[in-house]
């Protein structure tokens, strides 16, 4: 009896020191928003989705005023739950959240990445990516995240039948090059 009271009490420690760092905002990993600050550019966010040669698709983010990186070595839970500004662009940095029907499939640091066929059932499939500070919080403006989505019919094609961009880049703001090769 005496170690099931040591458990319970040991276990509510945990849940009570988890909530208090929630609350505090030291530790949160519920995807929250974070508002762009007014003060830098406002960003933008496109993806564009091409068949891999070998297998799955290739997606590219396409963004505007916005660093995508992984989190500087040594950043302390304070400042990745900031909103961090590069001190050499001036904009607001990051990585990105990649959904796949729905479920998170991982952080994106650059503006590149593979998606395995395996990923995808056959029908209606979404691919959706959010921009988020370190601290994984949803960056915002005017307080709508920040995300685009793509939805595609099947595995065999990376024909886009509906897109949905909530700050979308124009397209003149994309380079020849992105356009060519894509």
Same mark, same amino acid.
């Given at each position: 009896?005496?170690?099931?009271?040591?458990?319970?009490i #040991? !276990?509510?420690?945990v849940?009570? +020191?988890? =909530?208090?760092?929630?609350?505090?905002?030291?530790?949160?990993?519920?995807?929250?928003?974070? @508002?762009?600050?007014?003060?830098?550019?406002?960003?933008?966010?496109?993806?564009?989705?091409?068949?891999? @040669?070998?297998?799955? /698709?290739?997606? +590219?983010?396409h963004?505007?005023?916005?660093?995508?990186?992984?989190?500087? %070595? #040594?950043?302390?839970?304070?400042?990745?739950?900031?909103?961090?500004?590069?001190?050499?662009s !001036?904009y607001?940095? !990051?990585h990105?959240?990649?959904?796949?029907?729905?479920?998170?499939? %991982?952080?994106?640091?650059?503006? #590149?990445?593979?998606?395995?066929?395996?990923l /995808?059932? %056959?029908? *209606?499939?979404?691919?959706?990516?959010?921009? #988020?500070?370190?601290?994984?919080m949803?960056? *915002?403006?005017? !307080? $709508? $995240?920040?995300?685009? +989505? =793509?939805?595609?019919?099947?595995?065999?094609?990376?024909?886009?039948?509906? $897109?949905?961009?909530s700050?979308?880049?124009?397209d003149?703001?994309i +380079?020849?090059?992105?356009k060519?090769? $894509?």
């Amino acid at each position: 009896m005496k170690t099931l009271m040591s458990y319970c009490i #040991n !276990g509510l420690s945990v849940l009570l +020191t988890m =909530l208090s760092l929630t609350a505090w905002g030291k530790m949160d990993h519920s995807h929250m928003p974070i @508002a762009v600050p007014e003060s830098v550019k406002p960003v933008a966010l496109s993806l564009a989705l091409t068949k891999d @040669a070998m297998s799955g /698709f290739n997606l +590219t983010l396409h963004t505007r005023h916005y660093n995508l990186m992984p989190p500087r %070595q #040594n950043l302390s839970m304070d400042e990745s739950m900031a909103a961090s500004i590069n001190a050499d662009s !001036g904009y607001v940095e !990051g990585h990105a959240h990649l959904y796949i029907n729905g479920e998170k499939i %991982q952080r994106i640091y650059g503006e #590149n990445v593979h998606l395995p066929e395996a990923l /995808f059932k %056959q029908g *209606t499939n979404s691919i959706s990516v959010t921009l #988020n500070n370190h601290g994984h919080m949803a960056w *915002t403006m005017k !307080g $709508k $995240k920040i995300v685009s +989505t =793509l939805y595609i019919d099947g595995i065999l094609s990376a024909e886009i039948k509906h $897109k949905f961009e909530s700050y979308p880049l124009l397209d003149s703001e994309i +380079t020849y090059a992105e356009k060519v090769f $894509k």
